[in-house]
């Protein structure tokens, strides 16, 4: 009789543990995606542009990125005219009011913010006021613009499949 009591505690307690360590995974913070952070430097609302080289720049990160992401988490960034999704405001010259980009496939190993004329992510930041990352800053040259006033829309995609739009109304390109 012993033996058998003693068994049935062994095995209790077993049991007992193995329910320990498979609940404690299962109920582990699971840190949820979340969307990027972004702030646009240039241009700003309003902003006169001249045809030709016009940087948009700034900053976007994903907050739950590594520390040792070259890019912040961040997929892709790029510039539209206009509303990607609904075609409002795009212009009829530029079909999808696409502009440029900037993509992870840009980021060079050995790159520094002076490097060459492409668009790029990665970059660094002076401001981690939006994002803590120290490689979070991101520069895209968009085609060239035409005359008129425009709406423009920055989309940053996260590499956690989250987005964020920006948008930047009334860019004025030439003075009028």
């Not at 952070?37 to 990125?65: E, Q």
């Amino acid at each position: 009789m012993k033996g058998l009591v003693l068994r049935i505690a062994t095995g209790a307690a077993v049991v007992a543990m193995m329910i320990t360590v498979f609940a404690v995974p299962a109920s582990a913070a699971v840190t949820p995606a979340v969307a990027p952070l972004v702030s646009i430097a240039n241009p700003t609302a309003g902003d006169y542009l001249r045809r030709g080289g016009n940087w948009v720049g700034g900053v976007a990160c994903d907050p739950n990125a590594s520390a040792t992401d070259t890019t912040a988490g961040i997929s892709k960034v790029a510039i539209y005219l206009g509303d990607r999704d609904t075609a409002e405001g795009v212009p009829s010259w530029r079909p999808g009011g696409y502009m440029g980009a900037a993509t992870s496939a840009s980021v060079l190993s050995d790159f520094s913010a002076n490097a060459g004329q492409f668009s790029r992510m990665g970059l660094g930041s002076p401001d981690v006021s939006t994002c803590k990352s120290p490689v979070a800053g991101f520069r895209v040259l968009p085609s060239s613009f035409r005359k008129g006033t425009w709406n423009m829309n920055v989309y940053v995609l996260a590499k956690n499949g989250k987005e964020t739009r920006v948008t930047i109304t009334g860019l004025r390109v030439d003075l009028p």
